[in-house]
T-cell receptor
């Protein structure tokens, strides 16, 4: 596609429910990243995929958070038993390769609100 | 953890004026990137400057890098109302980009 797309754009859920957030990276980009942006914490790295594997998942805040990527393309970020502190904008980015001199292209984000 | 810290936190100028934002970082880097974010949503990549470069231009943007001081600056010349946004510097730590808290720029007509 022309850019990184994410769905849904907004998600409101009740505390304790599970949510799934989707990211479609730019075609041909092998590296995919998830970040979270909240008022108190700024932009935080969550997880990095190279192809379908995740060499770095160090930013996932708890075991309620998981992510997968299939076919080297679409990725889903799942948050189980959501808590109010999970409320944030979840941003996905992709780049041509997971090297340290590539720009990352960001999607528009999913705004998650946990009531 | 945040690697970069932008200064000032907020900046308000009039159209046509120049805007300068600064960024400081803590560890050695291969490159430093600047991003813009409108309305708290997706980030747009502006420019990447490598550690062996001192200055780089892109349109109305000018970025400098001083690795001895671990600092960078972003200059936007002849600003426009459409430049109103938050601006972040970012450096790699492992595979992740670490972002500062950003400078919020307001350009008034």
């Amino acid at each position: 596609g022309a850019g990184v797309s994410q769905s849904p754009s907004n998600k409101v859920t009740e505390k304790g429910k599970d949510v799934e957030l989707r990211c479609d990276p730019i075609s041909g980009h092998t590296a995919l990243y998830w970040y979270r942006q909240s008022l108190g914490q700024g932009l935080e790295f969550l997880i990095y995929f190279q192809g379908n594997s995740a060499p770095d998942k160090s930013g996932l805040p708890s075991d309620r958070f998981s992510a997968e990527r299939t076919g080297g393309s679409v990725s889903t970020l799942t948050i189980q038993r959501t808590q109010q502190e999970d409320s944030a904008v979840y941003l996905c980015a992709s780049s041509r390769a997971g090297t340290l001199d590539n720009e990352q292209f960001f999607g528009p984000g999913t705004r998650l609100t946990v009531l | 953890s945040q690697q970069g810290e932008e200064d000032p936190q907020a900046l308000s100028i009039q159209e046509g004026e120049n805007a300068t934002m600064n960024c400081s970082y803590k560890t050695s880097i291969n490159n430093l990137q600047w991003y813009r974010q409108n309305s708290g949503r997706g980030l747009v990549h502006l420019i990447l400057i490598r550690s062996n470069e001192r200055e780089k231009h892109s349109g109305r943007l000018r970025v400098t890098l001083d690795t001895s001081k671990k600092s960078s600056s972003l200059l936007i010349t002849a600003s426009r109302a459409a430049d109103t946004a938050s601006y972040f510097c970012a450096t790699y730590s492992g595979y992740a980009l670490n972002f500062g808290k950003g400078t919020s720029l307001l350009v008034t007509p």
